[in-house]
């Protein structure tokens, strides 16, 4: 197994080592990210391992934090949540605590699905989940617009979802 100190993960500010993962815990990922709701003799069974040895993968994976947790993916349309917004978000100052104030306002937001900060353009870039064009100016209202640090929304509203995938691609081994 070839091991290299040069591959980084940024994790908030503590660079810290990527995991090296072999064949069996990329056959382990990729079936996970298909169900994660299989039983340990189930995928066992699928990556070709012995439940024992599948078992210990994954609690290794998960334990190290490449497997953060497991969940059931919802379709947002018969959840009430029909409306996906993009939203760009451009602050009036630059300093850092208001970044970061700005930035925990939007966590504890439930409409806000992912939050980006970026760089070059604008200072976030928000998807957010919400039943209707009702609901996302209440929340434009309520998280954005009505924010005196934000200077700049352009928000975006998705026609219809061509694609959505939550797995990560593995390179070929």
Known sequence: MHRS??????TGNTPMPL???????RRILDV??????????????????SPPT????????TQAGVIQRRVAILDPALMGAALTVLIEVTL???AADQADAFEARLLAEPAIQQCYPVSSGPDFILVALVADMAAYQALALRCLTGDPRVRNVRSFFATRRSKFDTRIPFAAA
């Open 54 to 61: 599948c078992l210990r993968r994954v609690r290794r994976l």
């Open 32 to 49: 996970l990210q298909r169900d994660a709701a299989l039983s340990n003799q189930d995928l066992a069974a699928r990556v070709h391992a």
């Open 19 to 25: 995991m090296e993962l072999d064949d069996l815990d």
């Open 92 to 94: 009036d100052a630059q």
């Open 5 to 10: 100190s040069s591959h980084l993960l940024q």
